[in-house]
C-alpha cells in the first residue's frame, strides 16, 4: 500500500509559454491540485497514489503517462467514455501569479461516482489527501465524503486543502458551506492566505490557524506566498520565512508545498498528537523550501523540484525578511 493517495481532479494546465506570429502560445501540462500533491509526496521520498476519473481521450491518456512516469501509482484512475478530461487555461501576470479559466460542464473528473471508489487503498494508506474542488459537484461531492467516512474509521490520517476557485462553483455561498464543511474531517489543512480571507474575514492568519487547530486539525499551516507560511499544532504556532525565488508561474506552488509537509510528516516517524511546534515549523520550512524552486518554473507537475534541490535550497538560499 501507499503512504498517501488523493482525490480529485486531475486536469491539462495549458500554460502560456510566448507569443508567434502575434499569437499567444500555450504549453500543455499535466495539473489538478491534488495531482501536484501526489507528485510531490513522491518526488520527496515517499509512495502514493492518485485516485480519480479523466475521459478516455488524448488528454485522459496523457495525464495517466505523466503519473505513471513520476512513479505514482495510476491505478485508481477511470478512464471514462462519456465525459471529457477538464482542461484549464492559465493566465499568468507579471509577478508570476496567475489566474485560471476552465472547461469542465461537465468534466471527467466531478463525474467520479461512490461505485467507483477502491476502499482497500484508501484503507491501506497512511495519508489520504483531497481538496474542494471535488465538492463542487455531484456525483464527485458524495464520493468524497464517502471517501473520508472510510478513511475516518480507517484510522488514516486525513490531509485537506479548501482551494477556492470561483468560476467552478455555482455561487459563494456555496462554496463557503461545502468549504467548511471539508474542514469537519481534516488533521492536516494547508489553506492560503486568501483562502483565510474567504472564509474568515479579516482574521490574523496565526490566529486563524491556531483556531483551526482548536476546532480540531492537529497541524495548519497557512501560506502566504513570498511572504512564508503561518503553522500551527497544539504544542505553538509560528511563522516560518519564504526562500527568495525568481518567480516565472505559481501554479503548483501551493502543492508543492503541501507535498513537502505531507513528506516530512510521513518521514518523521511521530503520530499527530505528538508533533511539537519545532517540528511544525521543520515540516513549514521545508514546504517553503520546495514552493520557492517551483514558482521558478512553468506548470504544476513540470515544476516541482526533486528532493536533493529542496535539501540544497533549504542549505544555501537566502531567507526573505519575516
Excluded at 501569479?97 to 491501506?124: C, L, T, V, W
Excluded at 508545498?257 to 510528516?265: D, H, K, M, R
Aim: hydrophobic fraction near 45%; charge should be negative; charged fraction near 20%.
Amino acid at each position: 500500500m501507499n503512504d498517501l493517495i488523493t482525490f480529485g481532479e486531475l486536469l491539462i494546465d495549458f500554460t502560456p509559454s510566448g507569443e508567434k506570429d502575434g499569437q499567444k502560445i500555450f504549453m500543455q501540462n499535466a495539473g489538478g491540485a491534488v495531482a501536484n500533491v501526489a507528485v510531490a509526496v513522491k518526488s520527496f521520498g515517499c509512495s502514493s497514489a492518485y485516485a480519480g476519473m479523466v475521459g478516455r481521450d488524448e488528454f485522459g491518456r496523457y495525464l495517466k503517462s505523466v503519473l505513471d512516469g513520476k512513479g505514482v501509482d495510476t491505478s485508481g484512475i477511470v478512464m471514462s467514455d462519456a465525459y471529457p478530461t477538464t482542461l484549464a487555461f492559465v493566465h499568468l501576470f507579471e509577478n508570476g501569479e496567475r489566474d485560471f479559466s476552465f472547461y469542465r460542464k461537465p468534466g471527467a473528473d466531478i463525474m467520479y461516482s461512490s461505485d467507483m471508489i477502491n476502499e482497500s487503498a484508501i484503507r491501506g494508506a497512511r495519508i489520504f489527501h483531497f481538496g474542494s474542488l471535488s465538492l463542487t459537484d455531484e456525483p464527485a461531492r458524495s464520493a468524497t465524503f464517502e471517501m473520508l467516512r472510510i478513511a475516518k474509521n480507517a484510522g488514516v490520517t486525513v490531509s485537506y486543502d479548501p482551494n477556492y476557485r470561483a468560476p467552478l462553483w455555482h455561487d459563494e455561498a456555496a462554496a463557503k458551506e461545502m468549504m467548511l464543511e471539508g474542514l469537519k474531517y481534516a488533521d492536516i489543512l494547508k489553506i492560503s492566505d486568501n483562502e483565510v480571507d474567504f472564509l474568515f474575514g479579516g482574521m490574523p492568519y496565526e490566529q486563524a490557524a491556531m483556531m483551526l487547530v482548536e476546532r480540531g486539525a492537529a497541524l495548519v499551516f497557512v501560506t502566504m506566498g513570498s511572504d512564508g507560511a503561518v503553522y500551527a499544532c497544539k504544542r505553538g504556532a509560528g511563522k516560518a520565512a519564504a526562500f527568495a525565488a525568481k518567480a516565472v508561474d505559481a501554479t503548483g506552488a501551493g502543492d508543492c508545498f503541501t507535498g513537502g509537509v505531507l513528506s516530512q510528516y510521513l518521514q518523521s516517524g511521530k503520530k499527530l498528537e505528538e508533533l511539537t511546534a519545532e517540528d511544525a515549523y521543520a515540516f513549514a520550512r521545508f514546504g517553503c523550501a520546495a514552493a520557492s524552486l517551483c514558482v521558478e518554473g512553468r506548470g504544476g507537475i513540470p515544476s516541482i523540484p526533486s528532493l536533493e534541490k529542496v535539501r540544497q535550497r533549504l542549505a544555501g538560499s537566502t531567507l526573505l525578511e519575516i
